[in-house]
Antibody, heavy 122, light 110 residues
Framework: EVQLVESGGGLVQPGGSLRLSCGASGFTFSSYEMHWVRQAPGKGLEWVSNIRSGGNNIYYADSVKGRFTISRDNAKNSLYLQMNSLRAEDTAVYYC???????????????WGQGTMVTVSS | QSVLTQPPSASGTPGQRVTISCSGSSSNIGSNIVNWYQQLPGTAPKLLIYSNNQRPSGVPDRFSGSKSGTSASLAISGLQSEDEADYYCAAWDRSLKAWVFGGGTKLTVL
């Protein structure tokens, strides 16, 4: 079964750090571009970051640039998000998602994890 | 304030057809494809429509998508109670170099 499972969420104080992990199974992880998308309580979806299959071509949303770092270990079928200098507005459910490309090389997020909750509060 | 604009809510009765709009700009919808996601209460989002109008395997043909210029639409025909969910449009923005989402539309089946 194709699956993504996030872990690492929790309660952290403002200014603190947290590292999220996303384990992949059921597909060739190293062949896919991966993303982090978050959703604040009662709010909509916000794209956070992506990383190409080989670990290059990384992009970040302006809201997290300079504070978050995305990485991957293809040998371990794992995606990571290192979050530093956390703020209250980073409180959200964080989803990892796989991007699939169609015949025209257009992408879409076809597989999502169940999400992990990050709460930034004192 | 989301880069893509969706109505916050929509509603319909069982069997009806409803449409949800998504408005963007030349740097996102105007120059890239649009995807739609369905999020049932308490669950992760699910890909509903990709590349403007394509349905992934398993998505009923009651769901359809279209795009024209800098706007896109999701149509749901033969509305069912299980369609009650939040719906999001998304597109790559070439100026922001970021994926952007609409604010989401909460669909209520009356």
């Amino acid at each position: 079964e194709v699956q993504l499972v996030e872990s690492g969420g929790g309660l952290v104080q403002p200014g603190g750090s947290l590292r999220l992990s996303c384990g992949a199974s059921g597909f060739t992880f190293s062949s896919y571009e991966m993303h982090w998308v978050r959703q604040a309580p009662g709010k909509g979806l916000e794209w956070v970051s992506n990383i190409r299959s080989g670990g290059n071509n990384i992009y970040y949303a302006d809201s997290v640039k300079g504070r978050f770092t995305i990485s991957r270990d293809n040998a371990k079928n794992s995606l990571y998000l290192q979050m530093n200098s956390l703020r209250a507005e980073d409180t959200a459910v964080y989803y990892c998602a796989r991007e699939v490309r169609d015949a025209n090389n257009y992408g879409a997020f076809d597989i999502w994890g169940q999400g992990t909750m990050v709460t930034v509060s004192s | 304030q989301s880069v893509l604009t969706q109505p916050p809510s929509a509603s319909g009765t069982p069997g009806q057809r409803v449409t949800i709009s998504c408005s963007g700009s030349s740097s996102n919808i105007g120059s890239n494809i649009v995807n739609w996601y369905q999020q049932l209460p308490g669950t992760a989002p699910k890909l509903l429509i990709y590349s403007n109008n394509q349905r992934p395997s398993g998505v009923p043909d009651r769901f359809s998508g279209s795009k024209s210029g800098t706007s896109a639409s999701l149509a749901i025909s033969g509305l069912q109670s299980e369609d009650e969910a939040d719906y999001y449009c998304a597109a790559w923005d070439r100026s922001l170099k970021a994926w952007v989402f609409g604010g989401g539309t909460k669909l209520t089946v009356l």
